[in-house]
Nanobody, 118 residues
Framework: QLQLVESGGGLAQPGGSLRLSCASSGSPLHFYAVGWFRQAPGKERERVSCVSSGEYNSHDADSVKGRVTIARDNAKHAVYLQLDSLKPEDTATYYC???????????WGQGTQVTVSS
């Protein structure tokens, strides 16, 4: 059973950058498409960025396009999200996500809070 644990959240300044990490365990990561979602209070969960298991395809939400970089390191069992030029509206709980490419089973981390404020 794949388990995901996020880290790297906290308070960040507008205009700054943040880098979130997601550590996986329990199953080889190369079996999964991975990505990041976020959810702000009172809003629906939004897909931020994702990348396929073979890194053939990636997708970034319009709200972060040009500011986001997603990376995966299957050997280190990790997924990373860097978000630049931070805005207060980036404030949310960020969740790491993985979908098994064969079974389509979803796995979620517990989330890490990001607050963008001066």
């Amino acid at each position: 059973q794949l388990q995901l644990v996020e880290s790297g959240g906290g308070l960040a300044q507008p205009g700054g950058s943040l880098r979130l990490s997601c550590a996986s365990s329990g199953s080889p990561l190369h079996f999964y498409a991975v990505g990041w979602f976020r959810q702000a209070p009172g809003k629906e969960r939004e897909r931020v960025s994702c990348v396929s298991s073979g890194e053939y395809n990636s997708h970034d939400a319009d709200s972060v396009k040009g500011r986001v970089t997603i990376a995966r390191d299957n050997a280190k069992h990790a997924v990373y999200l860097q978000l630049d030029s931070l805005k207060p509206e980036d404030t949310a709980t960020y969740y790491c996500f993985a979908e098994n490419v064969g079974t389509r089973e979803d796995h979620w981390g517990q989330g890490t809070q990001v607050t963008v404020s001066s």
